[in-house]
């Protein structure tokens, strides 16, 4: 697919690039600064990340959160840094794009007017703890970090990591941060790209109108080709606290566009990417010695380097896992690749270059690919022919850059688990907003349906704008149907279906899937079990024989299931490394119960993992896995009848289970404690605690549903609701602070919560329940924050039917929830039909304030006193919810 385009640069200096889609009415509004932690100076690190935070802050003419009126009007917006530039993105209804270009132009030219010494703080506070959530308190976080520091020897502008350090930001004042935006953030070193419904003419009037008198600035000195400094072998160890050891291998090599780059791209398909690929089938499917192993090569601005890491299996050592993986290198190295595993990296480019066409926003869609090329090659028509130059790697040039530069000058770097050891203290006028233009009218697709003659439903939504297919085999079943005693059998199950059939092996269903450029998907929630991929169209129904073999025909072969067994008992365990998947497992124990199907581990506890056996697994898919418990969902590049005859060709003979299995799930375990309680599991030496506060809550199918959505929408549900106001923008305790609802038919939990750092432990869990009881008692929701959240709903809508891959999420949710076929196209109506009075009342009736479970993860020697003067109930429990 071909991105047509418009380019014009203003009197300033700015690009703008013009790119319409009419499908939908979304318009996606990306800004780039040419601007990135490469052009900071020692000392004075992450202040271009610090910006992509205070750009969101409030500006001369919008003194408020940039968040504000965008989520009122149903627009989703982010922004990200990296070493070389600096980008802001929202997809907006389109009928909103000049309010997304005023908010945009005043950022751009009247930042500085309204940044003051709070804002400031706050966002630095704000910005620490991302460091914390990102780095110092995950598994593995740190690594990154040292990788960097190593593969970029001082004085590379890539030494220094893009979120900066922690003493730079402390040391940094108000007129440094003010000094550096000066520098950089000008028309003259920016660019923005346009995409989606818009009138062209209207949309360069626009530009024109708020972009046109701003201060061009001066243009700064631009770092070229910098190539590391590293010379010879660097080798590091790193301890964490994780549970298996990993070693990271970085080799320097291009920047992006180089010759090189291309089939370096291709050598790291080759090497891992997908089950097919040569250490992952080595190392963790042969050998078994690995865990994980993944390679990536990054050609960045001024310098490049390949990055590979691998996590060693329990009882196998990195000495071991290393010789492995460099025998398959040095192999590789000598004899080249075969045609066919180049031509397996051609298809995965493709498939991901198709996909990243097919939305029109966001940090990966048509506006950012435009402004990719536009500033690193000056030309967004690169986006049209950037794929040619790696569809015309050949394996003699895999080969040659193999030998080039997987060398001795390299950077190796091994995490270990820590040891333990003792403790140790540590010309408009801009004030007016603009007025949006008539809201489009937009329907969402409906789907057709037609059922096969062995009771297989087959549910369709044609999208021609785009050459990709996304599908699904959705079956009526989940964790709820595992036996009381056997948690995690419905997901285990699962998983082994793509590990034989009579006539394919697990590795010859991942070769072929991955030839097309097709990675499976397979993914099993409380209701609902899902099988599928997505592909482009031409591939479709070869990949559709595949996924129906798996579903017809699993052999659960004995080697497989202990292999897969063995990985799954390793990935438990090493949930225990990570603090959130604590949380997130734990919580739901605590609020039903651990027998009950909705609290039991979905992944499954290590005793019923150890004893499953293949006869276990073959009794639950031949009782839950059929024709007339499934709904083959297909969107894309595809028609009802095409799908109908593809399926019937693959899938007509099916017989099996004829209905659900739920005999399990009830709600009727879950219960409310008699007043809230706190429950503290111990996470010596954690950067940050992770609080969970929530409560069992009604069924997805309620007529309180959309009431209930509003309400959570104003209480934790959007970066403006009242949680992340409170404890991310005012407090800065947390990088993200929010609430959501797990839908489920028979009941379902809300859930609020989020990382903080451990300090604050106890005044976050006050200011959680500060909420809780605020938004039922002193201060409901506000007429105000109704229709806000009303509005944001409304205006979301279209955004949710853009790609294939939405579309069959939100088929998949209408088939889980047993939703008419026309509800998407009835919600909006029904929304607007909520009232203040309707949320009110079920917040009243619905929100258990004071019969909360409240769950931490912490360094309980650091916290446990706090929380105790809280006066609740509190108790210690293990990572299985047993009280300690």
């Known amino acids: 697919m071909e991105l047509s385009f418009e380019k014009i640069t203003l009197p300033n200096g700015l690009d703008v690039i013009f790119h319409q889609e009419h499908s939908i009415p979304l318009a996606s509004v990306n800004v780039w600064y040419h601007v990135g932690s490469k052009d900071e100076e020692p000392g004075k690190t992450g202040f271009a990340h610090l910006f992509e935070h205070l750009m969101f802050e409030g500006t001369k003419h919008h003194n408020a959160s940039h968040f504000e009126p965008l989520q009122k009007i149903g627009a989703v917006l982010n922004g990200s840094t990296t070493p070389d530039r600096t980008n802001y993105w ?126 061009p600035g001066q243009p700064p000195m631009r770092t070229k080709r910098t190539d590391s400094p590293l010379a010879g072998k660097t080798d590091l160890t790193l301890y964490d606290r994780v549970l298996l050891p990993r070693l990271y291998l970085t080799w320097p090599t291009v920047p992006r566009f180089s010759a090189d780059e291309a089939p370096l791209a291709l050598l790291a398909s080759i090497l891992a990417d997908g089950k097919s690929s040569r250490l992952h089938r080595s190392l963790v499917y042969q050998q078994r010695i690995a865990q994980s192993v993944g390679v990536y090569h990054a050609g960045a601005e001024i310098a490049g380097a390949m990055h590979l890491e691998v996590t060693a299996s329990p009882g196998h050592t990195l000495g071991e896992v290393e010789d492995a993986l460099l025998q398959e290198i040095d192999r590789l190295r000598a004899q080249g690749p075969t045609d066919e595993e180049v031509e397996r990296a051609w298809n995965q480019m493709e498939w991901q270059t198709a996909r990243q066409l097919s939305t029109i926003g966001g940090f990966m869609g048509r506006a950012n690919r435009l402004n990719t090329f536009n500033v690193f090659g000056g030309d967004p028509g690169l986006a049209n022919k950037d794929l040619a130059r790696f569809l015309a790697v050949r394996p003699e040039d895999v080969r040659r850059v193999a030998q080039a530069y997987l060398n001795s000058r390299r950077v190796r770097l091994e995490v270990l688990p820590e040891p333990q050891r003792s403790k140790t203290a540590t010309t408009v006028d801009r004030t007016l907003q603009p007025q949006a233009a008539p809201t489009r009218p937009f329907s969402p697709p409906l789907p057709r349906r037609q059922r096969l003659p062995n009771g297989l439903e087959v549910l369709v939504v044609e999208k021609r704008n785009v050459t990709l297919v996304s599908f699904d085999l959705a079956f009526k079943t989940g964790g709820v149907a595992d036996p009381a005693s056997k948690p995690g059998l419905a997901a285990f199950t699962a998983a082994m279906l793509q590990e034989g059939t009579p006539s394919r092996t697990s590795q010859q269903i991942a070769d072929q899937l991955e030839q097309m450029g097709a990675q499976l998907s397979i993914s099993t929630g409380r209701e609902q079990t899902t099988i599928g991929t997505e592909t482009l169209s031409r591939h479709w129904p070869k990949a559709l024989e595949i996924i129906a073999d798996l579903a017809q025909h699993p052999t659960f072969p004995q080697h497989e299931l202990d292999r897969v067994r063995q990985e799954r008992l390793t990935s438990l365990r090493r949930m225990n490394d990570d603090a959130t998947a604590i949380a997130g497992r734990v919580a739901p124990m605590l609020l039903y119960g651990p027998a009950s199907p909705y609290g039991h581990p979905l992944f499954g506890a290590e005793e019923s993992l150890s004893s499953l056996s293949r006869n276990d697994l073959e009794s639950h898919y031949r009782q839950v896995y059929g024709p007339g418990c499934a709904t083959l969902i297909v969107a894309g590049d595809v028609t009802l009848e095409e799908a109908v005859r593809v399926a019937g060709h693959h899938l007509g003979n099916w017989t099996g289970a004829a209905a659900s299995v739920h005999e399990n799930a009830s709600g009727q375990s879950a219960f409310l404690p008699a007043a809230t309680t706190l429950y503290l599991l111990d996470k010596p030496g954690a950067a940050q605690s992770v609080i969970r506060a929530g409560h069992v809550t009604l069924p997805r199918n309620h007529p309180d549903y959309l009431p209930m959505l509003l309400m959570n929408q104003v209480f934790g549900g959007q970066f403006t609701a009242r949680l992340n106001m409170n404890l991310r923008q005012n407090k800065g305790y947390s990088y993200g602070y929010n609430s959501h609802v797990e839908w489920h038919t028979t009941s379902s939990t809300l859930m609020a919560g989020g990382s903080v750092q451990t300090e604050v432990t106890r005044p976050a869990v006050e200011e959680t329940l500060k909420e809780f009881r605020e938004i039922r008692g002193a201060r409901p929701v506000e007429e105000e924050e109704f229709q806000a959240a009303q509005d944001a709903l409304l205006r979301q809508l279209p955004s949710a039917f853009e790609t294939p891959a939405q579309i069959a999420d939100q088929l998949a949710g209408l088939v889980e929830y047993h939703l008419p076929d026309d509800y998407f196209q009835t919600v909006a109506a029904r929304i607007q039909a909520v009232s203040l009075a309707d949320v009110r009342r079920v917040t009243q009736e619905h929100l258990a304030s004071d019969h909360l479970t409240l769950v931490v993860v912490g360094d309980r020697a650091r916290i446990e006193p706090g929380l105790r003067e809280l006066g609740l109930p509190l108790r210690l429990v293990d990572t299985e919810g047993r009280e300690v």
């Not at 997809?91 to 030219?109: F, I, K, Q, T």
């Not at 703080?121 to 598994?139: A, G, H, L, M, T």
């Not at 970090?145 to 593969?151: C, D, H, M, Q």
């Not at 979120?163 to 940094?172: K, N, T, V, W």
Request: avoid cysteine; charge should be negative.
């Open 90 to 215: 929202e997809n907006v209804p389109s009928n909103y794009l000049e309010l997304a270009l005023w908010l945009e132009a005043d950022r751009m030219g009247f930042l500085l007017d309204a940044l003051d010494q709070r804002r400031f703080d706050v966002q630095r506070d704000v910005v620490k703890n991302e460091r914390r959530q990102s780095y110092e308190n995950r598994p593995y976080g740190m690594a990154s970090l040292r990788l960097t520091e190593a593969t970029y020897p001082m004085p590379h502008p890539y030494h220094w990591p893009t979120i900066g350090y922690h003493q730079d930001l402390d040391a940094a004042s108000l007129d440094d941060v003010r000094a550096f935006f000066g520098r950089y953030y000008a028309p003259s070193n920016a660019s923005i790209a346009i995409s989606g419904d818009f009138d062209l003419e209207e949309a360069k009037d626009l530009a024109h109108r708020y972009f046109a008198d701003l201060p």
